[in-house]
Structures are given as C-alpha cells and as structure tokens.
C-alpha cells in the first residue's frame, strides 16, 4: 500500500487556494460568455454592443485596461 505525504509547509495550502480560486474564476467567466452569446441582435443593439466586443468590453468592465466606451443618456 502506498501513502501520499502531502508538504508539511503552509505554501501548498496557499498554492491550492489559489487554484481554486482561479478555477472558480474561470467557470464563472464561461457562465458569464455563455449568457452574454444568448442575447439576441436587438439586446445587443440596445446596448450598444456586437458580439465580437464582448473581451474587450468584460476587460474594460473588470479594469484591466482602460475605459474606451463611455455611457451616454438618452437626449430629449
């Protein structure tokens, strides 16, 4: 019988942690891709998006990169 002697040092913990937060990270961006191709051409229209801009729309949103797109109201 074989046994698995797992480091004794708290940097695997933090190691593990660390990627399981990046996988949930990760399915949380495929859910949120997922959602984001179900709209439909006028949902996109309405928001002033094409399919092709969701990276760099979620980029900007998230910070990474700076903002681009800005926001405008509704001019009566």
Known sequence: MSTLALPTSPSWRLQLRRLLDACRSHL???RER???MQL???ALRDLGLHR???DSYR???EGDVRRTRRRL???R
């Open 40 to 42: 439909d051409a006028t």
């Open 28 to 30: 949380q961006s495929q």
């Open 34 to 36: 997922a959602e984001f």
């Open 52 to 54: 092709s801009e969701y």
């Open 59 to 61: 980029c900007e949103a």
């Open 73 to 75: 109201g509704h001019w």
